[in-house]
């Protein structure tokens, strides 16, 4: 199995990390955050998802699309604790870096054919 497919299974999974901090902090500010994430990363995924099987069906290099999807895969990590805490810039470029890998793995099969 291609590592870019284990990569959507951690993705999904990282979908519901947030939920587990809302359980945590039910009546504080970390729980509005929690929700604000767990909606962005629900958002997200169903585009990384079409994307890897797009670039996968397409033929794409291997390599390159483990590279995109494993950086997609940590800046999702990564943008939990930017929501949780607050910062709203790096939480942002965290967001818009995500969506430019997932732009990356729909335009792959079209640059390394």
Same mark, same amino acid.
């Given at each position: 199995?291609?590592?870019?497919?284990?990569?959507?299974?951690?993705?999904?999974?990282?979908?519901? *990390?947030?939920?587990?901090?809302?359980?945590?902090?039910?009546?504080?500010?970390?729980?509005?955050?929690?929700?604000?994430?767990?909606?962005?990363?629900?958002?997200?995924?169903?585009?990384?998802?079409?994307?890897?099987? *797009?670039?996968?069906?397409?033929?794409?290099?291997?390599?390159?699309?483990?590279?995109?999807?494993?950086?997609?895969?940590?800046?999702?990590?990564?943008?939990? %604790?930017?929501?949780?805490?607050?910062?709203?810039?790096?939480?942002?470029?965290?967001?818009?870096?995500?969506?430019?890998?997932?732009?990356?793995?729909?335009?792959? %099969?079209?640059?390394?054919?």
């Amino acid at each position: 199995m291609p590592t870019a497919f284990v990569c959507i299974a951690l993705a999904f999974g990282l979908v519901y *990390v947030p939920l587990l901090a809302r359980a945590v902090w039910p009546a504080s500010s970390w729980a509005k955050r929690a929700r604000e994430a767990y909606a962005a990363a629900a958002v997200a995924f169903p585009g990384f998802a079409a994307a890897v099987f *797009v670039a996968h069906i397409a033929g794409a290099d291997e390599r390159r699309m483990t590279v995109l999807a494993v950086a997609y895969v940590v800046t999702r990590a990564l943008h939990l %604790p930017a929501a949780l805490l607050d910062l709203g810039l790096i939480r942002r470029a965290l967001w818009a870096i995500a969506l430019l890998l997932i732009f990356g793995l729909f335009a792959l %099969p079209t640059l390394t054919s």
